[in-house]
């Protein structure tokens, strides 16, 4: 079954750490990995995907097939990236589309 | 600007009450989905949509129904509240493999 687990439910830093999320996925295709990022009080969004190869608000991300791992790194953590980050996975069978997300973690980055 | 708007933020049900929660969309999106957020549970798929008139059980369907009239509306249906489904509900919609947008989330207390 497809799964995203996310091994972690709380990261705490201080600001100017690096910071890593971890996920971990299982799916028998080849997959569409993304992460959305909730702060406080605002709704869910995309933070980024793996095919877009981006590096947004100082994250990336790296798909590594053999771990099956899409890990969510900033090299110096800011305050305002105080957040949950979400890992999903866009699973597509049978014609239709769907993200499968993990549990979620919480990023508090202290000043 | 994608705008997926949900009727209520905030909801306040009895238990065994019948309960509809409305989601509109003006993107034109295909995909429509209604997910709970619980802390500790992320984000679990309720049902989703891919087309007018079409529906399909997600993870947790058990106490819920859907109905898509129109492209830009999907509405999730609690048949008779019960406690435990007190929760944050999110509404997503998304245009085929691309990103999904969320609204801003429902809070339901069923009492």
């Known amino acids: 079954a497809q799964r995203v687990t996310q091994p972690e439910k709380l990261l705490s830093v201080f600001k100017g750490a690096p910071v890593e999320l971890k996920c971990n996925y299982s799916y028998s295709g080849s997959p569409e990995l993304f992460w959305y990022v909730q702060y406080s009080r605002q709704r869910l969004q995309l933070l980024l995907r793996h095919i877009s190869r981006e590096s947004i608000k100082g994250f990336t991300a790296d798909l590594n097939k053999g771990e099956t791992s899409f890990h969510l790194k900033k090299p110096f953590a800011q305050e305002e990236d105080s957040a949950m980050y979400y890992c999903a996975l866009s699973d597509i069978q049978g014609g239709s589309e769907k993200l499968v997300f993990g549990k979620g973690m919480k990023l508090t980055v202290n000043p | 600007d994608v705008k997926v708007t949900q009727s209520s933020r905030y909801l306040v049900k009895r238990t065994g009450e019948k309960v509809f929660l409305e989601c509109v969309q003006d993107m034109d999106h295909e995909n429509m989905f209604w997910y709970r957020q619980d802390p500790g549970l992320g984000l679990r798929l309720i049902y989703f949509?891919?087309?007018?008139?079409?529906?399909e059980k997600g993870d947790i369907p058990e106490g819920y129904s859907v109905s898509r009239e129109k492209k830009e509306r999907f509405s999730l249906i609690l048949e008779s509240a019960s406690t435990n489904q007190t929760s944050m509900y999110l509404c997503?919609?998304?245009?085929?493999?691309?990103?999904?947008?969320f609204g801003p989330g429902t809070r339901l207390t069923v009492l």
């Open positions: 997503a919609s998304r245009a085929k493999y691309n990103e999904q947008f």
């Open positions: 949509s891919y087309d007018v008139k079409m529906k």
